[in-house]
DNA sequence: TTAATATTTGCAAACGTTTGCGGTAAATTT
DNA sequence: AAATTTACCGCAAACGTTTGCAAATATTAA
C-alpha cells in the first residue's frame, strides 16, 4: 500500500504541499473551507506524518534515551515507568538501552543516542565507569544529560538520587529506637559510591549517638554472599540481635539464611533495609524498610530534562527524600 | 558546536558529498588514499552520519519497538533483555512502550511506531483487547508485527507464546508423581485466554491420569486474593497436601499464607508454581517450578522476525517449550 | 473607479543522506 | 598511435517535511 504523504494529499486535493502541511496543523493563514477538506481526506488516507522528515527539517527528535544497568530491576523498572508516564503525557517517546553495568555498551548506546538526535538522555552510570569524556560529547551536541541514582561527583552536572545518608540514617534511626545491642549491617559493593555514601553515614550516626552498640560490618556482592556472610556471623558465639540490609539483594540473602535457621522475626532478630517496597512484602512478618522509590526519582528526574530543555542550564543535584515504611520486623 | 555533516567534511576536502559518502562506507569506487584522508578528518570531527537523514532516504529505520503491559514484570523483564541482546547485535535499537494493560495507551504506543516508522514490533496484548484493526494498519504499512505471550487467536499472525498447556501438564504429572491425595490449583483472571488453557489442560489431565486425585479449582486476580483463597481453603477441616500456583503473583500470596501459618513445605503442603524462577528461589525450601523462560521466548520472537523481515511473511505460531526446575517444596 | 489592505495560497529552499549515471584521466591493449 | 578498458570522482535527484516570502485573489476604503 502506497505511503500517504503531503503531496500525495496536495495532488489529491489540487493544493500546494505547503497548503495542506499548514492546513493539518491549524495555521491562521488557511481558510476553514480548505481546512475542513485536506482533515477529511487525510482522515479517510490514513495520513500519518513521516518523524523522520519533520526531524530532518526541525532538528529535534521528541525521542529521550535512557541508559539503565538493567532493565530486570524492581528499582529501575519503577523509574522508567515514572518517565514513561511523564513522557506520553509531553509527547515524548523514550528509547531505553541497558548498559549490563558494562562500560563498553554505555559508550555504545551513548553512540545511538547522539545518531538518533534525542533530545535528551537519562542516565545511571555503569558502577565502573570512570571516564566521562562521553557525556561531555553529548552536551557538546546539546543533547542535555539528567543522571540518575548512579551519578557522577563533579557538580557540573545535573543529578538526581536517592538521599542515600538519609536513608542510612533513618535505617540507623530506627535500630537505635529498637534498642539493639549488637547489629549486623550489610552493604554492597565497597567500589560502589553509594555503598560508601551510606555505610559512612549509618556508621558515623551509630557511633555518634549509640556508641555502646556493638556493630559490625560486611560488604558483599551478592544475594548468595550476603546469604553465607549472615551465616556466618550467625553461627558465632556472640549473637546479634539485628540485621540491616542496604539494598534488595541483601535482603534477599539475609531471609534466605534467615528461613533455614527457623528464626523469629522480629522476636529473634529485626530486620530492616532499603528498599522501593516489593521484596520486603514478600515475607511474613514485612520487613520494615525506608523506602526509595524509583518511581519519585523518575518524575523528578523528568521535570529536570525540562527544565534543562526548555530554560537551558540546571546545575544542581537534587536528591528524593526517603521515608521510612513500618512493617513487622522490628 | 557546529554539526560536522558530509558537506563540511566535502567542503573541507575539497571533494563532493557523494565521495565523501562512498568513502565513508568503503565503497570500491574510491582510492585507498581520499578513504584514508576521508575517515581521518570524519574522526578528527567527530562525524556522526545522521540518523534522520538516512531513515528518510533510505525508509528504514534500524528500530523495533516492543509493547509490553508492564515493564516492570519479570517476566516481561528477561523478555525484553532478550531482544534487547538480539538487537544490539543486528545493529538496531530498541523502542520500549508500555501499555499498562489499557487498550487505549496500546493504540497510541502503535501510532507512535508507526509514525517513527519502525523497522518491526513485538507486541503483547493487552489483557481485553479485542479489535486488531489497528494490527491490520501496521500489516498495510509493511511493518511486521511477532505477537508474544498474549497473542490473538487468529491464525493469520505471527506468535510466539509459551506452551501453557505443557507448562500445566508437566506441573499435573509432577503432582501425581508425589502421589498427591488433594490438590489446591490456583489460576488467573479467568478472562484471560492463558489462565483458560492452563486450567483447562491441568484438568484433563489431572481427571484422565489420576481422577481419585481430589482437586480445588480457584481463579484469582492477585496475589492478595491467592493468599486469602489459599488461607480459606487452608482453614477448612478437609485439607489438601499440594498446592499449585499457575504464576508468580499467585506463589507470592500462597507463600505468605504459608509463612503465616508456619505450614512445614513439603512435609505439610507440597508447592509447585509455574515462574521464570526468580520468586521460588526466595524461599527456603525453593519452590519446584515449570520454568517459562522469557529470555527464550525473546530469543525466539527475534528470529521471527529477522525471517520477517528478510524472507516475507511466515505465519506460525512457535511455543517454547517448558521443563521442570526442582526445588525442594515437592 | 482606483488604490490600498486583508485574506488565502503557492514557490522554493533547506534539513543530511544515498545512489544511478555520466564524465575525465590514466592505464592497458591492439 | 589509436582504441579500449579501468579507476576515480562529481552531478543531481530524491526521501517528506517546514517556513520565509512572494503572488494572487478578494475585500474595503478613498
Redesign the pocket.
Known sequence: MM?????LL?QQL????????????D?????????EKVHALANSLD????A???Q????SSKIFGVIVPAISNLFYDSFIAAIEEESRKNGYALMILQSSNNTENELNNLKIFRQTRVSGVFACLSAHTQNLEVYEKMSNRDIPVVFFDIVPKDNKYTKVRMADERCAIIAAEKIIERGAKHVLAIFGDPALSISQKRKQAFQQFMEKYAPKTHCTYVNTHSSTEAEIAFDKHYSKTQKFDTVFAMTDEILIGVMKSIQVHNIKVPKDIGVISISNGFIPNLYHPTISYVETSGFELGKLAFVQMLANIKGGKTLTELTVDARFVEGKSM
Open positions: 505511503n500517504t504523504t503531503l503531496k496536495a489540487q493544493l500546494s504541499i505547503s497548503t495542506v502541511s499548514r492546513a493539518l496543523k495555521h491562521p493563514d488557511i481558510s476553514t473551507a480548505t481546512k495520513y500519518e506524518p513521516n523522520y522528515a519533520i530532518l527539517r526541525t532538528q
